[in-house]
Structures are given as structure tokens and as C-alpha cells.
């Protein structure tokens, strides 16, 4: 193997696992909410990038400061989130779970026409953090901005496993995702849980739609179904209903898709990357942790 070839090699997985935790975050948002309600919200990526938007228009409107905008980015898609439960969770049948798979779907392509017609389909510039900084280790680059990603992401996590195991939050959502009837049973309000979990995984989609705009520079309406199909790749990989699954789902993917945009270009990059999906389809249908089990 060449030996410049080789340091490609590496860069390119370097910078994808850094990458890589923003599509980890996208993976514990579907993981969280089926987690708890057993069902799959498709409007997740539309509404973490709607979020986006709301901090790219406080940055347009007033130069804000970028912490700024990516805190907006973070409330604007919780609340985003909380509206998606509303509409297509909330009142639809329970024992009739297409009924709001097929609502999300539709609220997914609503948000993402308003979207589009609002920015009239065009790319803006979104502000980043440490972009001129580069950490040289040996012949590898390590570009600050990624960095700052990558920290950012880890900290979201962080609090996440804070919320759900040190707080009476924490304790509520998990006995609602063991045990609906017998959460409630106990006094803990399965409605109230149900909307807390969309709203914390809404922040962490807006998050993580903050972090991809401010490593790649600019914000664009297509990164919606790319947040999507991603994050839906992450959970698979992953295990759908595994945390740990999705973080090292998200890294998984995040490494192979530079690499294959190394070995093949930017045209054939998702290619790889999809059947990437279809041989863990075929060699552990289950995921790396296996899918969560079915509740009584």
C-alpha cells in the first residue's frame, strides 16, 4: 500500500468518526422515541433541520454570535419536535401504529416544502467555530471545527445519559419503555413522558442539524433526508432501541462514508453506504445490539 495512499486512508477515517457523532445523535433521537412509544418518527431529520433554520435566520437577521444560533438551532427543533408529537402521535389510534408512521411521513414532507419555499431552495452560509484551527499529529490534520463537533455531540450525550439515569425524568421515561401499563399504574403521566421524549430528542436533532451545518459551512434543505436516511442507517447498524448502538452506529457510519468517498467519490459515497446497510441486513438482522424487545 502507498504510502501516502495510506495517510488518505487515515484522515479520511479520522474525520469521518468525528463527523459521525452528529449522526450518531440523529440515531439516539429515532432510538429514544421508539424507545419509549415503539414507534418511528420519519419527520425527525425534517424537524432537526427546520430547527436549523430558525438559528440560520437569528444569525442572518442579527449577526448573532454562534453559540447563539446553535442554542436556537437546539430549542427551535425540541419545540418543532413537540408540535410532530401533537399532530401526529398524540391523537392517533395506539393499537394502530401506521396510522402515525404514515402521519409522520406527511408532516416530513410538509415541513420540508416549507422549508424550501422559505429559503427558496438555496444553500446559505452558516456560522462555524475554529475553522482556521488545524492539530497536526505526525502526517494527519485534525481540523479544529471537527473538533468543536465532535465535543459538542459528546456533550449532548452526556447530558442525555444525565437525564435518563440521574434524574426522576430519566426514571419515568425508562419505566415507561419497560412497562407502559404499569408506569401508569404507579401514578407516572405516559403522556407527559411521551411529550418530554420528543421534545429532548427534537434537541438533540437540532443539535446535531446545527453541528453538520457548521462543519460543512453551509446549510441547505437537502440535508433533511440525508439526516433521515442516516440516522434510520445508524439505528439499523445499531440496534433499534440501543443507545450504545446508535453511538457506534453513527461512528461506523460516519468512518465508512468518508472512506468511500476517498476510494470512490462524492457520486458514489451513499451507494457504498447503503450496501454497508444491506450486508448488516443480512448478516445480523438484529443490529450490533440486537432490536429492543417487544413489550406486553
Given amino acids: 500500500m502507498d504510502y501516502f495512499f ?52 437569528i444569525y442572518l437577521m442579527f449577526d448573532a454570535h454562534p453559540a447563539l444560533v446553535f442554542l436556537a438551532s437546539a430549542i427551535g427543533s425540541g419545540a418543532i419536535g413537540l408540535i410532530v408529537y401533537l399532530c401526529c402521535f398524540r391523537f392517533t389510534p395506539s393499537d394502530y401504529p401506521m396510522a402515525s408512521l404514515l402521519a409522520s411521513v406527511g408532516m416530513l414532507l410538509f415541513i420540508d416544502e416549507v422549508v424550501i419555499h422559505a429559503s427558496h431552495g438555496l444553500p446559505y452560509p452558516y456560522p462555524s467555530v475554529f475553522r482556521d484551527a488545524i492539530i497536526e499529529v505526525g502526517d494527519v490534520w485534525v481540523r479544529g471545527d471537527l473538533l468543536f463537533v465532535f465535543f459538542m455531540c459528546v456533550v449532548a450525550m452526556a447530558v442525555l445519559f444525565w437525564l435518563l439515569y440521574r434524574t426522576p425524568l430519566g426514571l ?32 438533540l436533532g437540532g443539535v446535531a442539524g446545527a453541528m453538520t451545518a457548521a462543519a460543512v459551512g453551509v446549510l441547505s434543505p437537502v440535508i433533511a433526508m440525508g439526516l433521515t436516511v442516516k440516522g434510520l442507517i445508524v439505528v439499523v447498524i445499531g440496534g433499534l432501541g440501543s443507545i450504545p448502538g446508535a453511538i457506534i452506529g453513527g461512528l461506523l457510519v460516519g468512518a465508512a462514508e468518508n472512506i468511500f468517498l476517498l476510494l470512490r467519490g462524492v457520486t458514489e459515497r451513499d451507494i457504498y453506504v447503503m450496501l454497508l446497510l444491506f450486508i448488516f441486513l443480512t448478516l445480523r438482522p438484529g443490529g450490533l445490539f440486537g432490536n429492543a424487545q417487544t413489550r406486553d
Fill in 172 to 203: 419515568a421515561t425508562r419505566a415507561v419503555s419497560q412497562q407502559p401499563r404499569a408506569a401508569q399504574l404507579c401514578g407516572i403521566d405516559v403522556t407527559r413522558v411521551n411529550m418530554m421524549t420528543f421534545g429532548i430528542a427534537g434537541i
Fill in 6 to 57: 495510506f495517510i488518505d486512508l487515515i484522515q479520511s477515517t479520522v474525520d469521518g468518526l468525528l463527523f459521525g457523532t452528529t449522526y450518531a445523535l440523529i440515531g439516539i433521537g429515532f432510538t429514544l422515541i421508539f424507545g419509549v412509544m415503539r414507534k418511528l418518527n420519519l419527520a425527525y431529520g425534517a424537524a432537526a433541520l427546520a430547527g436549523t433554520y430558525i438559528g440560520l435566520v
